[in-house]
C-alpha cells in the first residue's frame, strides 16, 4: 500500500534539496537509533544537541546515527538480531542480505556509543571481547553488543538531487538495555554538547528534521498501543515518480 506522506515529509522534498546534477548518486546504508524511556506516564527519548561550529545541523538536536562500516558485521554480539527483526529489514527496495540486515542493528548499536557514550551490550561470559576502534568500551567493560531488543520503526531513503544520500533504518530500543556509560564523550567540543531526555512531543523535538518528526509520530503511535512488537507495518518514505511516498511494509 502507498500514500502520499503528510506536509512535513514534503518539507523535507522541497526544502532539502541540494543539486539537481546528481540525480542518480547511490544512497548509502545507515542506522540511527532512537533509545526511549518508558519510566514515567510519558515516554522520553534521547536527543544530542550537536555544536554551533559543524557544518551539517549545527546547534540542532539529532539521535545518535551514522553510515555502515565494512566491519559491522563481523563484530562478535552476545546475541542474534531476533528473526522478526531481520525479516522486517529485507523488505523494501533495494534489498539487502540478512548479513547486511545484521551490520545495520550493529552500526546502531556502534554510533549510539560513539556519539552518546552509551552502550546496549551484555556480559561476554568468557566470549571473546578483544574488540578494538569504537568498540574499545565494550571490552573494557566485558561486554559485547546486543541487537535483541532493537525494533525496526521506519526507513527512509534520501531523495534524490543530493550530494549525500543515505538508506536509513530508524530503530527503536528500550533505555533498560543501556549495559555501560562512557564519561567524558559528550562535551564542549565534541560533535555532541549535550543530552536530553525529553518527552514525546515536547518543544525540542519541534525543531528536529522533518522527517525524523514522521519517525517519531510513528513511534510515537506505536508505544501508545502498548510494548512495540515486530509485526506493526514499517512505514518506508522513498521517492518514486518525483514524489515522497510512504510505502507500509508488513510487519514480521
Known amino acids: 500500500m502507498s500514500e502520499t506522506v503528510t506536509q512535513a515529509a514534503h518539507t523535507v522534498e522541497q ?27 510519558i515516554p522520553k527519548v534521547l536527543v544530542g544537541r550537536r555544536h554551533d ?20 558485521n563481523r563484530v562478535p554480539v552476545a546475541a542474534q538480531i531476533p528473526p522478526e527483526l531481520e525479516a522486517n529489514l529485507l523488505k523494501g527496495s533495494p534489498r539487502i542480505t540478512p548479513a547486511r540486515a545484521r551490520a545495520l542493528a550493529i552500526a546502531a548499536i556502534r554510533e549510539a556509543c560513539e556519539e ?21 568500551p565494550f571490552a573494557e567493560a566485558g561486554l559485547l553488543p546486543d541487537p535483541s531488543g532493537l525494533y525496526l520503526i521506519a526507513r527512509a531513503i534520501t ?26 564523550v559528550v562535551h564542549a567540543d565534541a560533535e555532541l554538547v549535550e543530552l536530553v531526555w525529553v518527552e514525546l512531543g515536547s518543544s525540542p523535538l519541534a525543531d528536529l528534521h522533518a522527517m525524523t518528526k514522521n519517525v517519531l509520530g510513528e513511534l510515537h503511535r506505536r508505544l501508545a498501543t502498548g510494548p512495540l512488537r515486530h509485526d506493526a507495518p514499517v512505514p518506508f518514505f522513498h521517492f518514486y515518480g518525483g514524489k515522497m511516498q510512504k510505502d507500509l511494509l508488513p510487519g514480521a
Open 53 to 72: 561550529k559543524v557544518v551539517f545541523m549545527p546547534g540542532k538536536f539529532v539521535f545518535p546515527g551514522g553510515r555502515v562500516d565494512k566491519f559491522d
Open 15 to 41: 526544502g532539502e534539496k541540494e543539486a539537481d546534477h546528481h540525480p542518480y548518486f547511490r544512497p548509502k546504508d545507515a542506522a540511527t537509533l532512537i533509545l526511549v524511556d518508558r519510566s514515567g506516564s
Open 159 to 184: 531523495p534524490p538531487g543530493r550530494v549525500r544520500r543515505f538508506d536509513t533504518r530508524f530503530f527503536t530500543a528500550d533505555a533498560s538495555a543501556i549495559a555501560h556509560r562512557v564519561e567524558g
Open 116 to 136: 552518546t557514550g552509551l552502550c546496549l551490550g551484555c556480559k561476554a561470559d568468557g566470549a571473546k571481547t578483544n574488540l578494538d576502534g569504537p568498540w574499545q
